[in-house]
């Protein structure tokens, strides 16, 4: 059956009796009623039960325990979050307090409080409650669904996108170093020669609060020319919240947005999108809107219901869709309070170009150019600025530039019923020791989703450039040629581009029937009379288990060499359990003829540690081969390996990657590499136990685990399963919310209880049971369960002696107490059973017993209270 609720309203909010189903059938009132005093007639429960029970703790005004508590928050019925939140009192009174940090978690405008509930926050008041601090709001805890529900007034809440996450929540970690690793040893031999090589990349960094300091790089050997080692980049980087920022200083390279990427070492100043809400990323439209009554917004895309809320009368704006995707117009219904319906439309394609209106992303950068092998590494500056002007139109520019090379651009996007469009023009110029070069290149791109059709031009891109025009790559390796007095050989010889097209279409048939799809480019240069050209056709559909899929590329390059090949592939799972095995085939037809595949995959172990794959394959010569490889997850590292044979040679690989974090608690290991977001798991004595979601990784002997791959700025729900704790210690909570930024190592402690459980069996002197549902303290006053049937006890206990207290009635003003003393050698079983006598601390314990199973819960009228 379930739960019911009862609320009373104390002090600032309203707790929530969840009784027990028999103590519903107590009541017998209906959920909906709010209470001041509430009572139980013990009569319906004395015949069921058959023994004395004291229920005198549920009747009046519900109290919650003082202590912390870690619940769901909603507000104003959307789940925002989970903290951890205090409850103070005693028996007569219990307060909920709130301070500023569950006040930054609920994203409430500290500006429209008063100086005396500012003050209060600010320490003023040892426990501010809502209600003293904001008068028109009420938070209520229910305890049964672990969860704190605030009512607030609109006028106090900052509005916010969906997934919204306040800077304030935003943690920034620990003190650590952290140290990946992924390394492979590489043996051949070939017809009587030994080939061998080995390669480890190794990934560093030093969090300071909300500095890092990041170092990656890999060493390489091998047999022949010795070893290495290349170091891919050093850099110094912080987030800046209030710009939605990032600020790096070292080595990094360019996103390539509206230029091509390049490498640099220097100081860059950017936009850091991931900062914002997933409803704000990437590009959607403003959906605009009038409501006659209070109305529900349905939006539609791909008759898939994307979006869904309700307004008050008036105008509307809906500004935090979720990106889609590139194409499919926006189908908005508005259905008034009345029934009526007003449907209509909104354009909705993309392309990587557009912004959201308002919206501005930008990039500042400057510094030297990195890895071009040339002589010397000349300095340069880049800027770039975006803005959504509204929902048609996004313009953007930028500029690059050197002592040598000037390069800008102006460009516009543009989102209209039919497609989305981006048009822009860069002009550059060369000028070195008297050589120059002047040109301009053309760039449009276009995607569109027809419904009509289900089909999809995801990209279609056309760009020219003249004969003069130069990127920034070939404008540093013709002026490193100037310098060796090799001007004209080189300006030959560099591949200029002139025209490039690219496409790609996709056709969905349905379930039933498939998608088809095309793709290809053709490029050709000013310094070269051929082109590369590429096409790809293929199918994919599936049969009931069986997957297929056929695909025919052609290629044909600057030299006038075709090649086209034909791939046929299907996969089928080998029966239907968790851990069944899949089996793929792949066929390859060219112009040398036919080769083949099979191989067989899955998942294995205990928390599918091991991954494995097992071929064999034809070439076109006849010739066999067998290959054989696999990754096992240790606690501590993960082990891979292969071996491969084939006509006159045999290979085999073995690898050990992973990742180590040192911190103030000490250091801990992961089977997990190249991870930027992490959290350290730390719960005492808890070894053995698992975290959720991610294979392989248990808490070790010291209840230390890392946690891989949290996206930053947002809301990661991290959760241990106890499932393989040891018997004597328990979980006090298995799941903990944060909200990392990028790059930040953050420490996440679960409280444990250890001790052993035991069944006690304790009676009064006369050897009658005590009540049940009287509560149970320990020495030092903490509640560690109640009185169950036949006076039974189950709670967990430390190692020596324990003095129990059991107290009851309206006031729990009737005590006794008995002494438990645990051996340090454990018990055969799991639980351990003890019989003890309670011994009374009050002359009224025995009239107590018999007051509960009086008829006193009546009135002279013989109704229930």
Known sequence: MDAIMYYSKMNGFTLSLVSTSIIAVVAGLPTANALADVYFNPDFLRDTVGQTVDISRFNGEYRILPGNYTPDIYLNGRLIDRAAITVQGDNNISRLCFDKTLFARLNLNMTRLSKES??????KSECPNLESLIPEAQARLNLSDMRLDVSMPQAYINQ????????????????????????????????????????????????????????????????????????FSTNLQRDIPTWKSRILLGDASTSGELFDSFSFRGIRLATAEQMLPDSLRGYAPVVRGIARTNAKVSIKQRDRVIY????????????DLYPTGYSGDLE???????????TFSVPFSSVAELLRPGRISYSLMMGRLRNFNVSDDPYVFQGTWKHGVNNVLTAYTGVTATDFYYSGILGTALGTPVGAFAFDITGARFDKNAHTENGVSVRTSYSKYIAATNS???LAAYRFSSSGYLDLHNAVYLADSIKHDDYSTSFSTINRPRNRVSMTLSQDFGDDLGQLYVSGYRENYWNNVGSNTQYQVGYNNTYKWLGYGLAVSRTENRNREKETQYLLNF??????????????????????GTTSQLEVSGVAGKQDRLNYNVSAGRDSDNNYTGNLSGTYKLQDATLSGSFSKGKGYHSYTAGLSGSVVAFSGGIVTSPYDSLNTIAIVSAEDAAGASVEGYSGITLNHRGYAIVPYLTPYRINNVAINPKGLPLDVELDTTSQQIAPTQGAIVKLNYATSKGRMVLIRATTQEGDALPFGASVKDSQGEHIGVVAQGGQIYARLNVGKERLNINWGNRQQYTCTF????????????????NTVCDGDDPGIQQSLAFTQSDSSKNDQGQIR
């Open 308 to 319: 869904e809320t309700s307004v008050p009368p008036g105008e509307f704006a809906i500004e």
């Open 118 to 123: 500012m003050a209060a926050l600010n320490g």
């Open 332 to 342: 908005v219904t508005v259905t008034e309070a009345d029934g009526s319906r007003n």
């Open 571 to 592: 996969s089928i799972p080998l029966g239907r359990g968790y851990h069944t095995p899949t089996l793929h085939s792949y066929t390859t037809i060219d112009k040398h």
């Open 819 to 834: 002494d438990i003393d645990l051996k340090e050698s454990a018990p055969e079983k799991n639980i351990e059973r003890l």
């Open 160 to 231: 916010a996108a969906r997934g919204y996450v306040p800077p304030a929540v935003w943690s920034y970690g620990e003190k650590a170093l952290y140290l990946s690793y992924n390394s492979t040893y590489f043996e051949q031999h070939n017809q009587g020669n030994t080939y061998e090589s080995f390669y480890g990349d190794i990934r560093g960094r030093l969090n300071m609060g909300a500095w890092m300091l990041q170092h990656s790089g890999a060493y390489r050997w091998n047999d022949s020319s010795g070893d290495s080692y290349n170091n």
């Open 456 to 458: 999809s031009i995801s």
